[in-house]
Antibody, heavy 121, light 107 residues
Framework: EVQLLESGGTVVQPGGSLRLSCAASGFTFSSYVMNWVRQAPGKGLEWVSGISAIGDTTFYADSVKGRFTISRDNSKNMVFLEMNSLRAEDTAVYYC??????????????WGQGTLVTVSS | DIQMTQSPPSLSASVGDRVTITCRASQSISSYLNWYQQKAGKAPRLLIYAVSSLKSEVPSRFSGSGSGTEFTLSISSLQPEDFATYYCQQNYDVPPTFGGGTKVEVK
């Protein structure tokens, strides 16, 4: 069974930094793109970032480009999201999601349970 | 970026009703369209990919159709467990983008 478990969400001040982690199991991790998708409170879904299976290509939404960095450790089956210069509008539940292919984001299945990031002073 | 617009934003329906949700893309996305279901407090789950392919274990009362810029998700006979919010998502181009969601509520 594929499982994704996010961690690292917490309350952080505006301008602060945070690192989210996602531990994956139940599939050949190094064969799939991994993504982060977020959902602000009471709002819809927003894709944030993706990383190719071998980690050589990264993709970002314009809203986070230059502030967030996605990375992965295929030896540990983990994907990370380093978030800097956080803003109030980054407040959201962040989901880790497995992709269907190896090169670029496609569709997301399955999703982790999410981790809440709150940016507030 | 490709904009995805869902309608209606919400609808009220009864068990047994047929429900149809529309998703429109700001440009042609061929058949690169997926649907997700999200229940309150839970993560989304993939229902349909590539317009009309049901993910395994998704009941056959769900169906998808369309191509180009207009797509629909239909539920043939609404069941109690189907009350949720539904999102479309395009994977024609990066960034992948979602529709705003359609909340299906109890009438």
């Amino acid at each position: 069974e594929v499982q994704l478990l996010e961690s690292g969400g917490t309350v952080v001040q505006p301008g602060g930094s945070l690192r989210l982690s996602c531990a994956a199991s139940g599939f050949t991790f190094s064969s799939y793109v991994m993504n982060w998708v977020r959902q602000a409170p009471g709002k819809g879904l927003e894709w944030v970032s993706g990383i190719s299976a071998i980690g050589d290509t990264t993709f970002y939404a314009d809203s986070v480009k230059g502030r967030f960095t996605i990375s992965r450790d295929n030896s540990k089956n983990m994907v990370f999201l380093e978030m800097n210069s956080l803003r109030a509008e980054d407040t959201a539940v962040y989901y880790c999601a497995k992709d269907r292919l190896e090169r670029r984001p496609n569709w997301f299945d399955p999703w982790g349970q999410g981790t809440l990031v709150t940016v507030s002073s | 970026d490709i904009q995805m617009t869902q309608s209606p934003p919400s609808l009220s329906a009864s068990v047994g009703d047929r429900v149809t949700i529309t998703c429109r893309a700001s440009q042609s996305i061929s058949s690169y369209l997926n649907w997700y279901q999200q229940k309150a407090g839970k993560a989304p789950r993939l229902l349909i990919y590539a317009v009309s392919s049901l993910k395994s274990e998704v009941p056959s009362r769900f169906s998808g159709s369309g191509s180009g810029t207009e797509f629909t998700l239909s539920i043939s006979s609404l069941q109690p467990e189907d009350f949720a919010t539904y999102y479309c998502q395009q994977n024609y181009d990066v960034p992948p983008t979602f529709g705003g969601g359609t909340k299906v509520e109890v009438k």
